[in-house]
Structure formats: structure tokens, C-alpha cells
């Protein structure tokens, strides 16, 4: 991959009811060249337009591709992966870090009724989650608008050590740094 291809990687960080969503545009070569945030509703349903909005207000065309960090962003806030793809126009990586035996099961402990039916009408209509070894980790990706390999390749190029995406570390990190400056701001 061209050292100068940019990803924009999502991560969140939540407190109490609201998820500061952070957006960073990261090159192959690990430039970081921009930033974006947003916020979802923690339990809520609202991650994927969220992400959308993030993505619109960044206005990048240069961005090739979108790594999530995961499907379930503040507490079970289904992202819906082929709607974002068809809204950004662009291949969505989501990337989990763990094993698991999928998120039904805990969202038919945490909800019921409406709140239950919508999170796994999403849930289910997502891409089957595959493995992929990057850097000798097991990531698990699910991928729209390239197919399994083609996204090992992408998390694998974007990913200079560990397991986990520079794009999607280093939101992580904005979005940890951007929730404790609104809490200190709130506190206040």
C-alpha cells in the first residue's frame, strides 16, 4: 500500500450518557493528518448516523477507508456497517480485539421489546465477523466494500505493530483526551 493512502479510524470514549466519538485521519506511513468528533447517546441507537455526520463534516475525499473500533460503540449502540459505507461511499473495516460468542446474547440480557428488536435487526443484518492474524494477533473484522482479504490487507498495512490500527489507536486516544477536557469543563 502507497505510504501517503489515508484511513480515518473511529473509536469512542463514554461517561454517563453521552460517547465523545473522535475520527482521525491516519496515512499508511502513520501521519496523522486531521481529526473530527462527534457524539452518540450511550445505550441509544444513534451511533451509525453519528459516524455518518463525522465523516460528512471531516469532508475528505481523500479518506479511502473507515476502521471502527468494534460494532457496539456506548453500551450496545448498534453500528450499522453497510449504511455507513453507502452514506461515506467508501470500504468499512469494523475491527474487534476479542473473541466472543457474538453481541445477541448480551443484548437479549440488557434489553426487551423495541429496544431488543432494533439492536438485532442491525445486529443481524451486519457482515459475518471473520478472523484475521495482524502482527501476530487475532483481530476479528467485518468488512463492506471489500471482501475478506482485501481488509486483512488494509487493517494489516495500517497496522505498524501490535494489533491494533494506527488510525483507530490514535482515536482512541483523541476520544479518551476529548471526553476528560469535556468532564473537567462540566466539572467546573
Known sequence: MKPGVRALGIAESFREERSTLAGAVVTASRVVDGFEFSSCTVGGTDATDAIRSLHADLDREDVQYLLLAGIALAWYNVVDVR???RAADRPVISISFEASEGLEPALRREFEGEALDRRLATYR????????????????LRSVGLDHEEAV???DAFT??????EPVRVARQAARAADAYARRITDA
Open 83 to 85: 449504511k455507513l459505507a
Open 125 to 140: 443484518s451486519l457482515p459475518s465477523r471473520r478472523a484475521a492474524v495482524v502482527n501476530g494477533q487475532t483481530r476479528y
Open 153 to 155: 490487507t488494509v487493517v
Open 160 to 165: 505498524p505493530e501490535g494489533g491494533r490500527p
